[in-house]
């Protein structure tokens, strides 16, 4: 059967990524060209390409799903979508690659970063003073000549990545190599977290996993003021605590909804660590294991766990001594939810784990920018209608950004035409992008 039609051309402008109008305009209202070329090296040639071009042109192929640089082709082939943006210049996909391994070499990228950056999150913490950071470090695969064997026996890389509980945006980013242990230089990356915050905005807690149960970072919790909630490694003290707890000793967990939880308890007592004589508290949390009576007594999970009579047993050390036992165990998971699942989302949707280059600085930097193009997306949730606020990158691609449009320009005048229930969703996207009011530059 050959079906009833005929193939014809058209010299109309159309595009099939008309909702990408809503990252343009939320670059846009930032400003962010402008914040772009103020704190990035500048090009030696007036013909060569500012640094805004460069990123502004990653940020919408992130967007749009697209995480090789041979994909920029994709945004130049689409006419009607450069000529609404204004896009007149577009980098060629080597041009990009290049440019990666010149300013990832440059000492000041750090910082040009952290001060972009900072405008992206002051807009979504708004009148927020005090914040809570997750850290965690995430392992690369990465079959590049430079990458290095992970713990988890791949060649890659193992950025440590902090984010904003608040936002669930990235506040800072140390990209390491794949054999720098996780727990390497914790505290130093804390301290550049707080002055990758915005001005005003303040460290008030912190989760971290067991990588960061240490003498120092705990000491400058204490001396900081800073509320925590840390992983705890086993050890023999740990194991004498847990003998010595009587069953009276061990208190049901509660769930978020008030009830106990079958085969779940915690036990709480004080603990030192090392030579910090201060002790903090000590949650230890127990779980039934179903189907067997008992374990042998040494037998581990892991390196942060001990088994034994039937119960793995972790722990959770934390200064925040007002908060019961089963609240202070719900606020340390949240890390799952705020940065783990977060991290997720900034490889898997942002191409963080889809790294160029086969040069380490270049994919420092374009790991930064897609930690700056997630940053942007998760400040674009806030202020998206109630529908589309809660979902991922991957259904927006479709729900919002995968418009077909027709570009029309008659006189001075551009229009975008839609089908009318995708005009009026991109309508009221594109308004909510314009009402709020990013900091001066």
Partial sequence: MILPYKLDTTNDLLTSRAGLLATGQLMDTLSLAERIDKHFPQPKSNRGYKPSEFIKTLILMQHEGSFHLDEVRHIQDDEALRTVLDLKKLPQATTIGDWLRRMGSQPQIQEAWVKVNKAVLQSALHRCKKVTLDIDATEIVAHKADAQWTYNKNKGFMPMVGHIAETGQVVAVDFRQGNVPPAKDNLAFIKQCQQALPEGCALNALRIDAAGYQIKIIEYCDEQGIEYAIRAKTSP??????????????????????????????????????????????????????????????????????????????????????????????????????????????????????????????????????????????????????????????????????????????????????????????????LALKEFEPPPI
Wanted: contains cysteine; charged residues 25%.
């Fill in 237 to 430: 003290a740990m194991r004498a605590q847990i003998d010595a707890a009587g069953d009276a000793d061990w208190q049901p967990l509660i769930d978020k909804k008030g009830k106990e939880i079958s085969g779940q308890d915690t036990y709480r007592t004080s603990f030192c660590i090392g030579k910090y004589e201060k002790a903090f508290t000590l949650i230890i949390q127990r779980t039934a294991i179903k189907g067997q009576a008992n374990l042998d007594l040494d037998s581990q999970e892991d390196s942060n766990a001990i088994s034994r009579g039937g119960y793995v047993y972790r722990a959770i050390a934390t200064n925040r001594d007002k908060l019961s036992d089963s609240q202070i165990v719900h606020w340390y998971n949240q890390r799952a939810e705020d940065s783990e699942n977060r991290i997720k989302e900034l490889k898997l949707d942002f191409g963080g784990d889809t790294l160029p280059c086969s040069d380490f600085n270049a994919n420092a930097l374009y790991f930064l920018i897609s930690s700056l193009s997630y940053n942007l997306f998760a400040l674009m949730r806030q202020l998206l209608p109630e529908e589309l606020a809660h979902h991922r990158a991957m259904t927006l691609r479709w729900r919002l950004y995968a418009m077909a449009a027709k570009v029309v320009k008659t006189g001075r005048q551009l229009f975008v035409k839609l089908k009318e229930n995708n005009r009026t969703l991109l309508e009221q996207v594109l």
